[in-house]
Nanobody
Framework: VQLQASGGGLVQAGGSLRLSCAAS????????MGWFRQAPGKEREFVAAITRSGSSTYYVDSVKGRFTISRNNARNTVYLQMNSLKPEDSAVYYC?????????????????WGQGTQVTVSS
């Protein structure tokens, strides 16, 4: 499956962005989906994940209450709605797909990755 992330950009602190991850090649309904981010000089970290059916979601503590992950399997797309953005949210955001058997927040569980989209939050 090929993943294409989009929707990043420059926004002021307190603003919002919605990231999209469009899949092609295979239907995303077959996969758990996740969003990860990587800031300069830091490791790629888990942000959010959603199960195949969308019935369960997972978030890193730092984004709980501000970010929402969702999916539209009919459109083969996963979203990350980001509200109340902070400068520390600045990073390249990656979407990922996988048949996760372990922890949804472990990047090694995901087999397919998009190219990333830059999010920059100014203070």
């Amino acid at each position: 499956v090929q993943l294409q992330a989009s929707g990043g950009g420059l926004v002021q602190a307190g603003g919002s962005l919605r990231l999209s991850c469009a899949a092609s090649g295979r239907t995303v309904s077959n996969y758990d989906m996740g969003w990860f981010r990587q800031a300069p000089g830091k490791e790629r970290e888990f942000v959010a994940a959603i199960t195949r059916s969308g019935s369960s979601t997972y978030y890193v503590d730092s984004v709980k209450g501000r970010f929402t992950i969702s999916r539209n399997n009919a459109r083969n797309t996963v979203y990350l709605q980001m509200n109340s953005l902070k400068p520390e949210d600045s990073a390249v955001y990656y979407c990922a797909a996988g048949s996760v058997r372990g922890s949804k927040w472990t990047k090694e569980e995901y087999s397919y990755w998009g190219q990333g989209t830059q999010v920059t939050v100014s203070s």
